[in-house]
């Protein structure tokens, strides 16, 4: 029999998360004659993916948008973990990334949203909600959400760089200038067909 808070600590989530689960249906807490609240080993059972070999772990993700960054990232991390000891997070992975926050295609980032996809991620710390994305944030915290997943936000201001923000605020006009770019060059291509395939039939006519 385990208690709620020896529960969490098996599986890896927070007692908000259990309490949670007890509301929706989820995972029932079993009650005491004295109305206490605990859980069986059936329940470990039956919470933990250990038939599929999988593990539910806490993961850090720390990001910067630049090589020139690189110190900075260092000093994320750093100020992350003082965060976690001082909260009692246990991390099982530290991922560490550059690139920028409009550009979903990042390998770390998108093996992270798979891991949580496939249920493998209890709890995700960020220093700064703009680490995993510059814009889509509340899109990320749904995903996380459904596939209870705790994201934990540390709201540490002097890790979310202010250059950092002003590089992707430069990024923004120069996308959508190439694609308008990118539509000048099709609408050309496309006016070019349109005015040889018109002259084409022309040319075929006999003359009188």
Request: charged letters at 30%.
């Amino acid at each position: 029999m385990y208690t709620p808070r020896e529960f969490v600590e098996r599986i890896h989530v927070s007692v908000k998360t259990l309490q949670r689960w007890d509301r929706q249906g989820v995972l029932k807490a079993h009650r005491t004659a004295t109305n206490r609240r605990y859980y069986t080993q059936e329940d470990l059972l039956s919470i933990l993916p250990q038939e599929a070999g999988v593990r539910r772990r806490i993961i850090a993700y720390c990001r910067v948008s630049s090589v020139a960054q690189k110190p900075e990232l260092e000093n994320q991390r750093r100020i992350l973990a003082e965060c976690c000891e001082a909260n009692s997070y246990g991390v099982d992975e530290w991922i560490s990334e550059i690139g920028g926050g409009l550009n979903f295609k990042r390998k770390q980032f998108l093996r992270l949203i798979d891991a949580i996809i496939a249920g493998e991620v209890a709890v995700l710390l960020i220093a700064h909600k703009d680490r995993l994305a510059r814009f889509g944030y509340h899109l990320l915290v749904h995903l996380c959400e459904t596939h209870d997943c705790e994201l934990v936000v540390m709201n540490t201001e002097q890790l979310s760089p202010e250059q950092e923000f002003v590089q992707d605020l430069i990024a923004i006009p120069h996308c959508f200038s190439s694609r308008l770019y990118g539509l000048r060059n099709y609408r050309k291509a496309l006016k070019k067909a349109l005015k040889d395939e018109n002259r084409a039939p022309d040319q075929n006519e006999p003359h009188a």
